[in-house]
């Protein structure tokens, strides 16, 4: 995740980004991601779906537009196996699709450079 949406959903969730970060968050080099609760893919995905949806990491709002996937039919193949959303909903043009991987690459310049 990004700084930005560090900020943006510990606001969501009425906290102090410093007390988000304390209790989800941990620090890589170059990146910063959500803790990993033991029995579940992430504490914010409840039964109902994400509950942090309107305030969601840049990530899972570009998903599944990200570069690697949007650059490698392979790749996409892959995770359209078992996304249950991809192949879902309205036509997406490659062309957004394409744009919404460059936000992703400018959200973290660590990842892709
Ligand atoms: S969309 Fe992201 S933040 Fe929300 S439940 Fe899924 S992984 Fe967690």
């Known amino acids: 995740m990004t700084e930005a949406d560090l900020v943006r959903i510990a606001k969501f969730l009425q906290m102090k980004a410093s007390e988000f970060e304390r209790r989800y968050?941990?620090?890589t080099r170059n990146l910063l991601r959500l803790r990993m609760p033991?029995?579940?893919?992430?504490?914010?995905?409840?039964?109902?779906g994400c509950s942090i949806h309107p305030a969601k990491p840049t990530q899972c709002r570009i998903f599944p537009y990200?570069?690697?996937l949007v650059e490698d039919k392979k790749e996409w193949r892959k995770t359209a196996a078992w996304c249950p959303g991809i192949g879902k909903g309205?036509?997406?043009q490659i062309e957004?699709?394409?744009e919404q991987a460059r936000e992703m690459r400018q959200a973290?310049?660590?990842?892709?450079d």
């Open 25 to 27: 968050v941990y620090r």
């Open 38 to 48: 033991r029995h579940t893919q992430c504490h914010f995905l409840l039964e109902n």
């Open 66 to 68: 990200w570069p690697e």
């Open 90 to 92: 309205p036509l997406v």
């Open 96 to 98: 957004t699709a394409k």
């Open 108 to 112: 973290y310049p660590g990842m892709y």
